[in-house]
Nanobody
Framework: QVQLVESGGGLVQAGGSLRLSCAAS?????VAWFRQTPGKGREFVAR????????HYAESVKGRFAISKDDAQNTVYLQMNSLKPEDTAVYYC?????????????????WGQGTQVTVSS
């Protein structure tokens, strides 16, 4: 079992920034961020591996979001800059135990409770 706790969501104006945190009870293979809006499925945002820190991003956030990790704290961060109203969603972190590809939601075994991000125009 792996417990994940997200924090850092909130309300921000368009063009602003937020940093999300995901504290994990232990390190596995990777941690990803997904987001979900009402009536839609969860969408991949970014992923980082615990080992060498390989990162992957969705095209919609490349150049604006940055995922990073703190091995000592077992924490993964998502720095979100130049936020747009369409970034509004509940953001979830998830972890994959095995060695998996980044984009498929089915590869993730444990999920956090989610944190709301709202970007006003």
């Amino acid at each position: 079992q792996v417990q994940l706790v997200e924090s850092g969501g909130g309300l921000v104006q368009a063009g602003g920034s937020l940093r999300l945190s995901c504290a994990a009870s232990k390190r596995t293979f990777s941690v990803a961020w997904f987001r979900q809006t009402p009536g839609k499925g969860r969408e991949f945002v970014a992923r980082i591996t615990w080992g060498i820190g390989t990162t992957h991003y969705a095209e919609s956030v490349k150049g604006r979001f940055a995922i990073s990790k703190d091995d000592a704290q077992n924490t993964v961060y998502l720095q979100m800059n130049s936020l747009k109203p369409e970034d509004t969603a509940v953001y979830y972190c998830a972890t994959s135990v095995g060695i998996t590809t980044p984009f498929d939601i089915r590869n993730y075994d444990y999920w956090g409770q989610g944190t709301q991000v709202t970007v006003s125009s």
